[in-house]
T-cell receptor
Framework: DAKTTQPPSMDCAEGRAANLPCNHS???????VYWYRQIHSQGPQYIIH???NNETNEMASLIITEDRKSSTLILPHATLRDTAVYYC?????????????FGKGTRLSVIA | NAGVMQNPRHLVRRRGQEARLRCSPM?????VYWYRQLPEEGLKFMVY????????ESGMPKERFSAEFPKEGPSILRIQQVVRGDSAAYFC?????????????FGQGTRLTVV
């Protein structure tokens, strides 16, 4: 699986959009971008994943650049409960039996 | 549809005792993954199991740790002769197919404290 680079921490004002970047310059053509988050002391939570088209669900939007070397997770209206560590992971969806590998992620602090 | 259930949520063991952590995957999920998170550190993969089979145990310590996922019942992570360094949060995840095919869902973890 390709490696990812994320800023170690970010702040965001409550009610504003939180934009979390991820670089994955070595991503392969068949690798997807996955995002998970871990709110303090809880189990990781799946957020969204995508290949090359932008994706949106009830939690967030995922914007992937045309060359697929980077992506941005967008939380449109951040709340205090969105304070968490956010992990960007790239992997092949049909790679069979390999586990998710978590890096250090970005610690997002939403500030009132 | 209940999520991934882990129990107990908190477990205290004295040094030298055994710890047994249970994980019931989501309904319809036959793949289970165990992760360990030491205080102030990231999630580290330990072992991946399907029903009755260990698929990948590359993250498991060589001694004292074992895992199983029987045909019936929950997956069990067993730690024998616990030491203080085993104190951590242990998370279980499940998926419908191998992680390549779909997202994984995590339980709330078991926090093991060795005194």
């Amino acid at each position: 699986d390709a490696k990812t680079t994320q800023p170690p921490s970010m702040d965001c004002a409550e009610g504003r959009a939180a934009n979390l970047p991820c670089n994955h310059s070595t991503i392969s053509g068949n690798e997807y971008v996955y995002w998970y988050r871990q709110i303090h002391s809880q189990g990781p939570q799946y957020i969204i994943h995508g290949l090359k088209n932008n994706e949106t669900n009830e939690m967030a939007s995922l914007i992937i650049t045309e060359d697929r070397k980077s992506s941005t997770l967008i939380l449109p209206h951040a709340t205090l409960r969105d304070t968490a560590v956010y992990y960007c992971i790239v992997r092949v969806p049909f790679s069979g039996n390999t586990p998710l590998v978590f890096g250090k992620g970005t610690r997002l602090s939403v500030i009132a | 549809n209940a999520g991934v259930m882990q129990n107990p949520r908190h477990l205290v063991r004295r040094r030298g005792q055994e710890a047994r952590l249970r994980c019931s995957p989501m309904k319809g999920h036959s793949h289970v993954y165990w992760y360990r998170q030491l205080p102030e550190e990231g999630l580290k993969f330990m072992v991946y199991l399907q029903k009755e089979n260990i698929i990948d145990e590359s993250g498991m310590p060589k001694e004292r740790f074992s895992a199983e996922f029987p045909k019936e019942g929950p997956s069990i992570l067993r730690i024998q002769q616990v030491v203080r360094g085993d104190s951590a949060a242990y998370f279980c995840a499940s998926s419908r197919g191998g992680l390549g095919n779909t997202e994984a869902f995590f339980g709330q973890g078991t926090r093991l404290t060795v005194v």
